[in-house]
């Protein structure tokens, strides 16, 4: 794909969303943080069912570690690896008292070495709560960027690279938000929406609605790192 395409598709998905943001309900970095841990192989909206109950008594690490892992596992038990979540929530917590003072840090590397934080939560976390530039891959963006041929890759690392090399600077900051709320409600994986596809004409999908061959799923991303 070339460069004023790929700007072009840019340019449509601003005007129709002038600031998109994350569906995740959050009030500071911190319950961002948490939101976004929750995510993993969640849907937003029942993260946003647990954590309305869970931020109104536990808004701050201090609060969250009182908690304890059994009481925050009372409000997390409907999300998928709950147990899991919650003991590396506790950990979480417990590093940010001893090592940041309580607060979110701003970094990549702080936040990586925070217990179940990985690349992409870290990505989240810099780019929604702090404002930097940064694409943070799922699924989503994973199938939009290949499918498009916006920014094809093999593993979710390969497509990120690809995206903040070729997504035009005015644009990068947002296009994580566009591109995710665009594989989930229109380039959606089994059937994309192409009837109502804004980018419709600019989409390199062989595949897409009203062409000659059938539509093709790209496949699942490989892990981080995983050999192309």
């Known amino acids: ?66 908690l304890g892992e059994e009481g925050l596992r009372h409000y997390i038990r409907r999300i998928g690896l709950y147990q899991t979540k919650a003991k590396n929530l506790v950990a979480l917590c417990r590093l940010l008292m001893d090592k940041h003072g309580g607060e979110v840090p701003a970094s990549r590397e702080a936040l990586e070495a925070l217990p179940g934080v990985g690349r992409k939560t870290a990505s989240v976390v810099l780019n929604t709560a702090f404002g930097q530039p940064e694409i943070a891959v799922d699924t989503h ?10 920014a094809p890759g093999k593993t979710v690392l390969e497509v990120e690279r690809k995206l903040l090399r070729h997504v035009p600077a005015e644009f990068r900051h947002d296009a994580h938000h566009w591109l995710i709320l665009h594989g989930r409600y229109v380039c959606k994986a089994r059937r994309p929406d192409c009837g109502r596809c804004l980018i419709r004409d600019l989409c390199e999908f062989k595949g897409k609605a009203g062409a000659a061959q059938a539509p093709k799923r790209p496949g699942k991303p490989r892990p981080e790192g995983a050999a192309t």
């Open 1 to 66: 794909m070339n460069a004023a395409k790929r700007r072009a598709i840019f340019e449509r998905l601003r005007a129709a969303n002038p600031r998109p943001t994350t569906e995740l309900a959050y009030r500071s970095p911190f319950e961002l943080l948490v939101a976004v841990v929750l995510s993993a192989q969640a849907t937003d909206k029942s993260v946003n069912l647990a954590t309305a109950g869970l931020f109104a008594v536990a808004d701050t690490p201090q609060k969250l570690l009182a």
């Open 141 to 150: 963006i994973f199938r939009v960027a290949n499918r498009t041929g916006l």
